[in-house]
């Protein structure tokens, strides 16, 4: 069995209380340093979550490490490509090169998920001055929250999950080192593929909270097998990053199930006792119904991509 679904079925089904962001940010690292994979780390973080809020965050977390590949464990980062504007062919955040050689960057990112606790942000910018195009060349910098020039703003919180926190980020010739500016472009290597990525990390957290609750509950086993077995094919999925139509199918339609287990998980809630922690599940669970809509748009996009090229592929192999 794989090590990460021993380790959940081993561990205590009771889960520490983590009131505010602030207080998950000192107690979430104890729980994912022993986990080398980015999706281990995640469910360990779900799976020791006492609320959505925090196993959403372990997902984003594990999500970003799988694409930035470089994190000390006490790291928490918002990854910063939402603008204003609503269009994602317009970048009006920018970078440009100081005469020392230091990358300075300006704009506004307005939605930075846990922003008001970051470590890092990883801001997605286009080069000033560089030409017009369809779809501007961009890259991602990486900046340390002391960096001057940034500045993090909290929103109000939303009614689901409002835990978790959002801030709008401010760079005003924010300056740092070369080397902080991430190799590969912002668009292909980190925007694109990090969809999927994050998709496949909090599904996994998610359903480890659930699993967990379901232990301390005593919810069906028939259920909590398909839990298990849902949580296998995830860990075996993320083995594969690439955008092979194929690969994509099959992850779309992995996750579409987990977020069906997600929300069948309701039924169990409400047969129990309605405590605290029931009362935050009902409170949250629009979220689940959010992100399986966007999830049935990502998986719809992947199959027409699949018949696409099979007409293609097809006449490849009769010629």
């Known amino acids: 069995m794989n090590a990460i679904l021993e380790w959940c079925m081993q561990q205590s089904s009771e889960a520490p209380a983590v009131e505010t962001a602030e207080q998950w940010v000192l107690h979430w690292p104890a729980h994912v340093n022993d986990w080398a994979s ?33 994190a000390e464990a006490h790291e928490i980062f918002a990854f910063c490509a939402t603008e204003t504007v609503s269009n994602p062919l317009i970048v009006n955040t920018k970078w440009r090169y100081s005469e020392s050689g230091k990358v300075i960057v300006n704009g506004i990112k307005s939605w930075a998920p846990m922003g008001h606790v970051c470590t890092s942000y990883l801001v997605a910018c286009a080069e000033l001055g560089a030409p017009e195009q369809t779809r501007p060349p961009q890259r991602v910098v990486r900046l340390a929250s002391s960096t001057p020039g940034l500045k993090a703003d909290p929103l109000p919180s939303g009614g689901i999950i409002p835990e978790l926190g959002r801030a709008r980020v401010q760079l005003l010739d924010a300056s740092t080192d070369a080397s902080n500016m991430l190799e590969g472009d912002g668009w292909s290597t980190f925007i694109k593929p990090f969809k999927r990525v994050e998709a496949l990390h909090v599904a996994a957290a998610v359903l480890a909270h659930l699993l967990r609750e379901g232990r301390s509950r005593k919810w069906p086993s ?10 296998a094919v995830l860990c075996d999925l993320s083995r594969d990053w690439s955008a092979a139509p194929m ?27 309605l405590d605290e922690s029931a009362a935050r599940w009902e409170r949250d669970r629009g979220m689940l119904s959010i992100s399986a809509a966007v999830q049935e748009r990502s998986a719809a996009r992947a199959w027409e991509h699949l018949h696409e090229l099979q007409p293609r592929q097809d006449s490849q192999n009769r010629t």
């Open 247 to 273: 690969t994509n199918v099959v992850l779309a339609d992995a996750i579409d199930n987990a977020h069906m287990l997600a929300i069948e998980a309701q039924v169990h809630w409400t047969r129990g006792e």
């Open 222 to 231: 028939s259920y909590m097998q398909r839990v298990l077995t849902s949580l």
């Open 38 to 70: 980015t999706v281990m780390l995640a469910i360990a973080g779900g799976f020791k979550a006492d609320r959505l809020a925090w196993a959403f965050a372990s997902g984003y977390q594990g999500a970003i490490r799988a694409i930035v590949r470089q």
